[in-house]
């Protein structure tokens, strides 16, 4: 079980950006949701279908009628604000945040607070928060909404849980044996001393050096090897039917 | 200026997404779209209203009628899907990914090809593509839509860019100079030694090392120190008024 980070949503007013939020953060294994005074019913009809099958989160989300109430188990709070407010406190990253949440999250539970759409945390909220997580954007085009922040944080924090390095031990491609590999080359070398591809005899080894290469270069499969061997045989069949006797 | 990339849609079917496509583009500060055979029209007031002023992004998307037409000065292709295909195939995590595109990015051309939201790119397609882009996600619950891939995609290239340094040379906190740190605690033992905060003399230096610790700690600015300083005086100044004579 890797440990969970809370995510705090006050006063959203989207039903459709609740449900963007569940399903962002089932998308990495977060399930701690707590809302603030939704100015909506969280579970809308349009949370649920935005939450497409994480609309499990929206019925065990937690509602509190304050910040304090939401955040009183917690350790460490961090803010989200889309722009850079004039208060004296830690911005970090996102990157940057996250390493510092993984390693606090190890002994403490931390929370992250996501304001109203339209107007973000007010800075009295902010002002209780240990740190704010800033999401890096082009300085010339900055608009991030309520379930891209989530998304993107879901995200970084996933990245460091056990889970995302259990995502990617499948798919592996199985390549040849070289004994396999090492037929298809004699096969094809000598088709080509029989069609005297290399024209001059001189520069066969050169030549011949490039074209294995290419085709170590790919890393070929037993499957892959044998699609190859019909490939030429296909062509030498229909060279040979069209090619005067 | 920074590499680009190049973000390719192929039959896109709803204008909301290829909307919030552009919007995420564009905070990540990329902005070759390209769109095959869609089936909308890419500048539907849906479209626009969810790019809330990246609008100019669905103005210049270019249109093509088949992926071929769509990638052909392209260099290297990065096919994205949501599950895996039984295919041999180099499937490279997002992270990963993103490492080997901006290494190839100095001196080739990348395309990065998003399937219909429904289906997926069909398998067709991604045997084009030179490798897949898999987006980590929880194995149990993995629902990843077009837009939210495009950002995911988007922020990973953002943070090997030139522009995301340059996001983060701002707030910071200016520190107290030593001068004013030494006059507030110099107050503070003062006021101390007069109300007999320590009662055991023989336990002050312990105590006051751990009470100097909490202010070091904190970081704290001028203007910190000025309103703790104001505290302080409130405090001794309704005290001394509520003291009987």
Redesign the interface.
Known sequence: MNPEITFILVRPQLPENIGAVA??M????LHDLRIVNPLCDILDKKAVATA???DYLLGNAQVFDSVEAATADLHWLYGTCAT?RHM????L?L?IAIQEITEQAESAKIGILFGPERTGLENDILSRCHKII???????????NLA?AV??IG?EW??QTK??E???N??Q?TLATQATTQRFLDDLEQDLDQTNYWREIHKKPLMWQNLQNIFTRLQL?E??LRSLRGVLQSIKRSTSLSEPD
Chains 1, 2 share one sequence.
């Open positions: 399903r962002a089932a998308n990495f294994a497409t099958g994480a850079m004296i406190k830690e911005y990253p990157p800033q999401i890096p954007v082009d300085p010339d085009f900055s608009s991030i891209q998304i993107l995200y996933f990245k889970l995302f259990s995502n990617f499948h798919g491609t499969t499957q892959d």
